[in-house]
């Protein structure tokens, strides 16, 4: 894949938090005296932990002076496109042109239609993002009233403007292929995440945009490649910051990644990455250029110095657990949640470390990869066993041309995702459990418990693969089907509800105590 020699941009991903909201704050400050280029904010209008994407990138747009200000990604079925174009513009004045738009289909439908909000089909989804960028550039383009009739969104003469202050880039957060499509004709960059897109499958991505823009009439270097990066076990990039820039440069240079946004409340090493990983990156892509890109040289070393945190600068415990909505696919229940308990109260007095609550934020943020994942499978169980997908769709996403060919994917699908469920809870039960039952001897029944329902859970997704197999048969039936949606249906509730209680008992403790990893 080609480098498309676009300049090099580096930001954050910032986790306003309503409990501790001046933080967020203080922290786009640090980026922007650092001289980073973005600074973003994810877009969870459902969850209440959270404080409002837009109203949290106005006030730090206000604070600070030349960095650019996005959402990470906009949740398009909770944000009218018309309402989202008037107000990304509005801001884009006021901040003197430093808005860009990062704008998603849509996730987590139970929580979005738990808010109001619709509950679409991947096909759906498509269509609506489409007619969303479609009516935002025409308000955005000033001149003649806009009339759009889609099928999600109409507009009737609605009278254009405000006009923005610079031409905002609209980035869409895709994974899925006919999103990578839609990406390539009428997107100006694409932003997905190293946990749905990690850079083994970059390629495969950046070629479906760039024939995509090449069928659209565009030229490829006219959609920006972005990635949120996800460092630390199991993430990348990979290994101490120092190792960083030759892994950034070599996927500029290789798959023509040129923008990296790093989630991270530490100020230490926000100011790591801006002062020495950036100036490291472009010094290594510029010399490649310069040289036709030839191999990379081995950048120079970086020292991090870790924060030297200490007690005095405790805070009360700020790590919010993901609420169960209540929300049921299936009729059938693993357990009785009336009878789960609960481990000891946390200790009000007690003050806690950024650092003593990062654990509890790692176990919530390898719970959102489940919860993603999740919503994904789900949408390919919905598009394989309801046909959703024609053999031209099949030959363009699947490369092959029969219904059970795709469904052979969606198995492949089903085994990535059960094995990594299973290697998460096994990881709980063999490493952190007992490490909490022996720091904290009142969460024994709460352990106990957790594990059991592993064990449940487990034989659910045993439960999967037989009615997968059953699916696949060549005189499977509508019975056979529906055996496997309804077994996944099951492994959303239970799941779902298990990740949810699992946080509130145990990210506290996990705070106080560590994981014993």
Request: hydrophobic share 40%; proline share 9%; with cysteine.
């Amino acid at each position: 894949m080609p480098d498309y020699g676009h300049d090099l941009l580096f930001g954050t991903i910032l986790m306003p938090s309503a409990n501790q909201p001046e933080e967020v704050v203080l922290l786009a400050r640090l980026v922007d005296e650092a001289g980073l280029d973005l600074v973003s904010v994810p877009d969870h209008p459902y969850r209440p932990g959270l404080l409002d994407a837009w109203t949290t990138l106005a006030v730090i747009a206000t604070a600070t002076q030349r960095v650019r200000v996005l959402p990470n990604v906009t949740n398009l079925p909770l944000r009218p496109p018309a309402a989202l174009a008037r107000g990304a513009a509005s801001l884009d004045l006021l901040s003197g042109g430093r808005v860009e738009l990062g704008l998603g289909a849509g996730a987590y439908w139970d929580a979005i239609t738990a808010e109001g909000g619709p509950h679409r089909t991947p096909g759906e989804a498509v269509t609506a993002t489409r007619e969303a960028i479609e009516i935002i550039r025409a308000l955005w383009a000033g001149g003649r009233h806009v009339h759009v009739e889609g099928r999600h969104y109409t507009l009737h003469g609605a009278a254009p403007g405000p006009v923005p202050a610079h031409p905002i880039s609209i980035w869409l957060g895709a994974v899925a292929p006919r999103m990578l499509r839609l990406t390539g004709a009428a997107a100006d960059g694409w932003l997905p995440s190293v946990p749905h897109v990690p850079p083994p499958r970059l390629a495969q991505g950046q070629l479906a945009i760039d024939e995509a823009a090449l069928a659209a009439g565009r030229k490829p270097e006219q959609v920006r490649r972005l990635y949120n990066l996800s460092p630390g076990g199991g993430g990348w990039p990979q290994g101490a910051p120092s190792n960083w820039p030759e892994q950034l440069a070599e996927l500029t240079l290789e798959v023509g990644t040129s923008a990296y946004l790093l989630p991270s409340g530490h100020p230490e090493l926000i100011q790591v990455f801006a002062k020495e990983v950036a100036p490291a990156t472009r010094e290594l892509v510029a010399a490649a250029r310069a040289r036709g890109a030839a191999p990379l040289a081995t950048p120079a070393a970086i020292s991090v110095h870790p924060p030297a945190e200490t007690a005095s600068a405790g805070h009360p415990f700020s790590v919010e657990a993901t609420p169960d909505l209540g929300l049921r696919h299936s009729a059938e229940q693993l357990w009785s949640e009336t009878d789960r308990p609960s481990g000891p109260a946390a200790d009000p007095q007690h003050r806690y470390t950024r650092a003593a609550e990062q654990p509890a934020r790692n176990l919530i943020a390898a719970h959102d990869r489940l919860r993603a994942d999740l919503t994904q499978l789900r949408e390919i169980v919905d598009q394989v066993l309801t046909d959703a997908l024609d053999a031209g769709e099949a030959r363009s996403e699947l490369q092959q041309l029969s219904l059970r060919q795709n469904t052979w994917v969606l198995g492949a699908c089903c085994a990535s995702y059960c094995q990594f469920t299973t290697a998460h809870h096994v990881r709980e039960d063999d490493d952190l459990f007992p490490h909490l039952r022996e720091s904290e001897p009142g969460l024994a029944p709460v352990l106990d418990r957790l594990a059991e329902e592993h064990h449940a859970i487990q034989g659910v997704i045993e439960r999967i693969d037989r009615e997968l197999v059953a699916s696949v048969a060549d005189d499977a039936d509508s019975t056979s089907r529906a055996g496997l949606r309804t077994a996944v249906d099951l492994l959303t509730d239970a799941l779902l509800s298990h990740l949810s209680y699992e946080e509130r008992e145990l990210i506290e403790p996990m705070a106080r105590f560590g994981t014993g990893w």
